[in-house]
């Protein structure tokens, strides 16, 4: 028995629950949905390089500086990931600050912002570096050897100067907006928080 609850919503989002007190006062939260690496179509070139962006390209009105300002003295996170089988948006939260984390995670959802500056600046950084990609057997492996045992799927294939000198926000924007939209969402909430307020929080955000 691991203690594990899992409630469903009208709106099909489900809640997989489970306290835990052994970091008194945090709780982890994760939204995952959609199909990650999986429903990436296989012949066409995948923005992956660019997930490290997601989050920090802001939400609504609010860019980098922004969230930085709404997040000072509140204990809330928002971090972008991909996997085989889902994009997750995740944040470390206590129980007070719970809703708003759920919030938080949900309006990146619902009003994601794509920011010009933060993607050409990352965009030159990587380009300036992409030489390092070749500057030894190990770094070369760790570019290539996805692609190698994956020959025939586009989604692996290592990212070459010309696209990362190609990229631009309304490209960064086509790729990844479309992902946030998929629902539905399955969140994961493990902390030290009750079943009841992780329940009620849900119930007013995803």
């Known amino acids: 028995d691991m203690d594990v609850t899992i ?45 490290g962006l997601v989050a920090p390209s802001g939400l609504a009105n609010l860019d980098l500086s922004g969230m930085e300002r709404l997040l000072t003295g509140r204990r809330m996170g928002l971090s972008f990931a991909i996997d085989e089988t889902a994009f997750a948006l995740g944040g470390q939260t206590s129980a007070a600050d719970l809703p708003d984390q759920l919030r938080l995670l949900t309006l990146k959802l619902t009003h994601p912002r794509w920011d010009r500056t933060l993607l050409e600046r990352f965009r030159a950084a990587a ?11 190990a770094a070369r492996a760790a570019r290539e050897l996805a692609g190698v045992i994956r020959p025939d799927d586009e989604r692996w294939r290592p990212i070459e100067k010309a696209e990362m000198e190609a990229a631009t926000v309304e490209r960064f924007r086509d790729f990844y907006a479309p992902y946030l939209a998929q629902g539905p969402v399955h969140a994961i909430i493990v902390g030290d928080v009750g079943i009841e307020a992780a329940i009620e929080a849900m119930r007013r955000t995803v």
């Open 7 to 51: 409630v469903t919503f009208a709106n099909g989002s489900t809640l997989t629950f489970k306290h835990t007190d052994y970091d008194r006062g945090s709780v982890q939260v994760r939204l995952r949905f959609g199909a990650g690496v999986s429903g990436l179509a296989p012949d066409r070139r995948s923005l992956g390089w660019l997930a």
């Open 127 to 137: 380009v300036e570096s992409f030489d390092l990609h070749f500057s030894s057997a």
